[in-house]
C-alpha cells in the first residue's frame, strides 16, 4: 500500500521563475492538503483540497494556487518565485475531508530552492 | 485554534519510557488532539490522535487529562530511532479551520544509547 508521493525530491529555480510540484495521495484518500516548512519552523497549511476545488486556505499569496484531479492527485504551482519561497513542501492526504477525526498522512516532501 | 504549549527539548535513555508533555488548555470539546514526529529529512509522521479516552496503539501511548487540558505522548521503549521532533497539535472538529494542522515549534526528543 503505498502512501503518499511526492515530485520531485529536490529542484533548483531561479527567483521571478514558476514552478509545479505534484503529490498523489495514499491510496483511499480523497483529500489533499499542502504545507510550506521553512528551515528550523514547523509546517505552515497553504491550502486544502476537495472534489477538485480549493475547500481551505492559509495565510499565502495568490502566488500559490493548486489542482486536484479526478484521480484525487494534485499539484501545488508557485509563481514569481522570491528567495522566500525556499521550503521543503509538503503534501498530506486524508479520507473525507469533513472529518477531524482521520488524519493526515504525509508524503517526504519537496525540497525548493531558490537561487 | 486552540495554542498548544510544548518543551522544546527532551532527552530520554535507550529502552526508557520517554513522556512528552502537552499543554492544551484552551482546547474546546470537540476538538482532536493529535500527535506527530518529524525525523530529519522526512515529512512528520502520524503517531495517534485521542479525543477525551487514552488511546493506545503499536507506536505509542496517549494520555489526555480529565479536564483535556493537557495531554502526555509516552513512547514505551524509545529506541535511537525515536529521536526527533514531536509535535502536540489541536485540531478543530469544524469552522474554517478544521481542516489544516497548525504546527508548532514541537519538542525537539533526544534518545542516548
Known amino acids: 500500500d503505498a502512501g503518499v508521493t511526492q515530485s520531485p525530491t529536490h529542484l533548483i529555480k531561479t527567483r521571478g521563475q514558476q514552478v509545479t510540484l505534484r503529490c498523489s495521495p495514499k491510496?483511499?484518500?480523497?483529500?489533499v492538503s499542502w504545507y510550506q516548512q521553512a528551515l528550523g519552523q514547523g509546517p505552515q497549511f497553504i491550502f486544502q483540497?476537495?472534489?477538485?476545488?480549493?475547500?481551505q486556505r492559509g495565510n499565502f499569496p495568490d502566488r500559490f494556487s493548486g489542482h486536484q484531479f479526478p484521480n484525487y492527485s494534485s499539484e501545488l504551482n508557485v509563481n514569481a518565485l522570491l528567495l522566500g519561497d525556499s521550503a521543503l513542501y509538503l503534501c498530506?492526504?486524508?479520507?473525507?475531508?469533513?472529518?477531524?477525526?482521520?488524519?493526515?498522512?504525509f508524503g517526504d516532501g519537496t525540497r525548493l530552492s531558490i537561487l | 485554534d486552540a495554542k498548544t504549549t510544548q518543551p522544546p527539548s527532551m532527552d530520554c535513555a535507550e529502552g526508557r519510557a520517554a513522556n512528552l508533555p502537552c499543554n492544551h488548555s484552551?482546547?474546546?470539546?470537540?476538538?482532536?488532539v493529535y500527535w506527530y514526529r518529524q525525523i530529519h529529512s522526512q515529512g512528520p509522521q502520524y503517531i495517534i490522535h485521542?479525543?477525551?479516552n487514552n488511546e493506545t496503539n503499536e507506536m505509542a501511548s496517549l494520555i489526555i487529562t480529565e479536564d483535556r487540558k493537557s495531554s502526555t505522548l509516552i513512547l514505551p521503549h524509545a529506541t535511537l530511532r525515536d529521536t526527533a521532533v514531536y509535535y502536540c497539535?489541536?485540531?478543530?472538529?469544524?469552522?474554517?479551520?478544521?481542516?489544516?494542522?497548525?504546527f508548532g515549534q514541537g519538542t525537539i526528543l533526544t534518545v542516548h544509547p
Open positions: 498530506a492526504s486524508s479520507l473525507a475531508r469533513g472529518s477531524s477525526n482521520q488524519p493526515q498522512h
Open positions: 491510496s483511499g484518500h480523497d483529500t
Open positions: 483540497y476537495y472534489e477538485e476545488e480549493e475547500r
Open positions: 484552551t482546547i474546546s470539546g470537540n476538538e482532536y
Open positions: 497539535i489541536v485540531r478543530p472538529a469544524g469552522g474554517t479551520s478544521y481542516g489544516k494542522l497548525t
Open positions: 485521542g479525543l477525551k
